[in-house]
């Protein structure tokens, strides 16, 4: 009746409070200041005021689920996504000019990835940003070409049957290895000239030379009669 709804109103308007049971249809716009609800439907939530905030908050410890049945889209004009804990921001999702940057925020913080490795969590890479982001991998590397002020490895493999690994220095640069052993069959040029040998040579086995030996000041053998064979000829420039 219209008494009863004045009553109702004045009261509204006297406690601040509106207690709705059951199933409430509206037309038109309703401000408020709080809302609690068991469940809301609507198509949009905007909020009450120029530049103001929106906050869904969870009850204690519950969830916030956001389930779509099309895409979830985020669309944010000032292009950063900000990860918080507890209040303190951990981590970024950002556009920086055309770039989509993944930041992680707190100082030294790494970045890790993750996945599922037959029903084992496996870490695959972490970048250590207490060392400039290096990278560490979990597994094995594989790329078309590699270009590094320093690689610290224990094995260089090629990728492929029968096929060539190339270490090339820039321009008129050197290829510097520390030590050398080779358990192939032989050492030659790329190019058909001069492989040179600035230090000391060891060989343990025996060492064949099918062409000429130029520069030689001494050869000697192994065991008690330190022979030293030679298939061909032998130039001595001293």
Known sequence: SSAASDVYKRQVQEDGDLFVTGDTSMTGNLTVTDITANSLTTNVIGSNGSNAAITISSSGTGDINLDAGGDLVVDVDNADVI?????????RLSRVTADFVIKASAQDQDLILKGN????????????MSEEGAATFNSTLTATDITANSLTTNVITSNGSNADISVQASGTGDVVVGALRVKGTSISSSDSTTLNVNDGLVVDGTLTSKGNVFGVQRLTGSGSTEVVNLTDTVTLLI
Do not use: R, S
């Open 117 to 128: 490795d037959g029903g084992a969590t496996v870490t695959a890479l972490t970048l250590d």
């Open 83 to 91: 990860l918080k804990d507890d209040g303190t921001e951990f981590g």
